[in-house]
């Protein structure tokens, strides 16, 4: 008996080490592929893939005790762990392929967990970090195969049981029984057994948590898609398979996610059916993901686009508008068209449709023009592009774009413009006079605005602070963000103090700044001067005026700042 255990003991360890050794590294998996093409001639591939499919159907089937349905259908949907395992049977010879291929199995047991994860639509790369370290066989685990059995007898496409193990594994470890409780739980609601699979798909949480929470999130959702469903009949305009089902549904996804109030969101859906029945799902996103970049509530965004589908139809790409035409077409008077004369000269002139979002934030208007074209005034929008689909460029930004062309560096410089553009500057003089002085890559560029606005500037001030000083983009992001933090903590100013002296992160930190404002506070705690001198008084003076300042405070200042203070350079 003994012996019968320590025997057991080393087979369990032989095929604990097996398995690892057969668990293919996503750093090689190009390589094996690779290596197993190689082994038979390109006449023989298909109907050697065909012919390893068919053995090892058998070998899961015949072998492994698995129903033959599913043992074809890992078989079919395992290409990659297939091809990995035919380059282990060394030199090809068609003629012995299937015989050879059916000793491997016998005498070298599969890791039927790396076979069963790709079948069921899980990325081949991501499998070595799902395979289990101390299992090797179905028959170990208690509820994967049953459970996936379960649902593909439902009706769920066997290859996209992957998106369900991803979002919701906890579904894997309930057993059959639970699992067909779960689902016929889904039919109290009403659902068809498609709609029930195109559902669970999309929402992979509907069918709960290990936890048990989110119970009431759960049957929120479920009678939401009931309303839409039944009460509003989409169901009946919908006539598909599981796939089109599950279309349906990542549509709705789009618009369930944006909404905070879910209890409202499905009837708002249901009235506005056309909109998931007439459109891609692609398009939906695209024109979602373009009205969000105005940064106002996600919830509003969607409701414009379902109330005003004439939205989905536009081309974000082509139209090139005027901005002060728009701003007068949508309304704005006489009086807000002169001040953004004044304020925003570098957001007019034309703009791409695709960079109208972020010239609104460039003015600061953006919450002001969403709230112009929703409620039912959307056609604003769409009747002015309409109107006028392609505007003039002025001549200064003509002749700008001349002397990019002309350059020795056209697409860097035409990169680095359209960098601007996207960031609301419009096509404008201007704009081309800003350009000249920036430094950088595009992708470098963007990084520091980005910086800039992560670190608490508004996106409209920032664009001003780059039309006055444009070498403020040509710092890295660390040296911005340590001067921004300088201002904020140690000389306890806010961001404002940039809108009257933008000029403040050009300077230098260490060798003008910290010295400068580190001198003038020690001036003021010895009581040497009770004038509280403004920070770009303190800091854009020349050396020789701020020395002069300084001796007039007191004879002795200047020495004690040059030998304090003053920055020492080696």
């Known amino acids: 008996v003994h012996r019968r255990r320590t025997n057991k003991h080393r087979m369990r360890v032989m095929l604990l080490t097996l398995s690892r050794h057969l668990c293919t590294s996503s750093k090689n998996i190009t390589a094996t592929l690779k290596f197993s093409k190689t082994k038979f001639p390109c006449r023989y591939k298909k109907a050697t893939m065909s012919q390893a499919q068919l053995s090892l159907t058998d070998y899961l089937h015949a072998t492994r005790s698995i129903p033959y349905a599913f043992a074809d259908q890992i078989s079919k949907n395992s290409i990659h762990s297939l091809s990995n395992l035919i380059s282990k049977l060394g030199s090809f010879s068609s003629s012995d392929f299937p015989k050879k291929l059916d000793k491997f199995l016998r005498y070298n047991p599969i890791n039927e967990f790396e076979f069963f994860f790709e079948s069921i639509g899980i990325q081949y790369t991501q499998i070595s970090h799902l395979l289990p370290h101390d299992k090797f066989f179905f028959s170990e685990d208690g509820s994967l195969l049953d459970s996936a059995c379960v649902l593909c007898e439902f009706g769920f496409p066997w290859d996209k049981l992957g998106v369900l193990y991803v979002e919701s594994g906890f579904v894997f470890k309930m057993s059959g029984t639970e699992l067909k409780g779960r689902l016929c739980w889904f039919q109290r609601y009403g659902f068809c057994n498609v709609q029930i699979v195109g559902i ?234 800003i350009l000249t002085h920036m430094h950088g890559t595009s992708e470098e560029l963007q990084k520091r605005f980005d910086c800039l606005l992560h670190l608490g500037i508004e996106f409209s001030k920032l664009c001003k602070i780059i039309t006055k000083q444009p070498k403020v983009l040509s710092q890295n992001p660390e040296t911005l963000e340590k001067k921004i933090n300088f201002l904020r903590q140690e000389m306890g100013k806010s961001l404002e103090l940039l809108d009257t002296f933008p000029a403040f992160i050009c300077f230098d930190l260490e060798n003008r700044i910290k010295p400068r404002f580190r001198f003038h506070m020690w001036v003021l705690e010895k009581g040497l001067s009770s004038k509280n001198y403004s920070i770009a008084s303190m800091i854009a003076t020349s050396d020789k005026n701020f020395v002069g300042r300084a001796f007039k405070i007191h004879p002795a200042a200047p020495k004690h700042w040059f030998e304090q203070f003053y920055p020492k350079k080696f």
């Open 200 to 433: 669970c798909l999309t929402f992979p949480y509907v069918f709960g948590v290990e936890e048990g929470k989110l119970v009431d999130e759960i049957d929120g959702l479920l009678s939401e898609l009931r309303l839409v469903f039944l009460d509003f009949d989409l169901g009946g305009s919908v006539e598909g398979n599981v796939h089109v089902w599950h279309e349906v549904c990542r549509k709705i996804k789009v618009f369930y996610d944006l909404s905070d109030a879910k209890g409202k969101i499905g009837e708002l859906i249901g009235r506005n059916k056309h909109v998931i029945l007439e459109h891609k799902e692609e398009d939906l996103i695209e024109k979602v993901e373009y009205f969000c970049r105005f940064c106002v509530e996600k919830e509003e965004v969607g409701r414009l686009i379902l109330q005003g589908s004439e939205l989905l139809n536009l081309d974000l790409e082509k139209p090139v508008i005027n901005m002060l035409k728009l701003l007068k077409h949508v309304g704005m008077s006489s009086k807000g068209l002169g001040d953004v004369r004044k304020n925003y000269a570098h957001a007019l002139g034309t703009i791409k449709i695709e960079n109208l979002p972020n010239a609104m934030r460039a003015m600061g208007l953006q919450e002001w023009f969403f709230d112009r074209i929703k409620d039912g005034n959307h056609m604003l929008l769409v009747n002015f592009i309409e109107s006028y689909p392609n505007e003039e460029h002025d001549k200064g930004y003509q002749s700008g774009l001349k002397t990019i062309h002309n350059a020795r560096t056209p697409t860097h410089n035409m990169s680095k413009l359209n960098f601007m553009h996207s960031n609301g500057f419009g096509e404008n003089a201007m704009t081309m006079d």
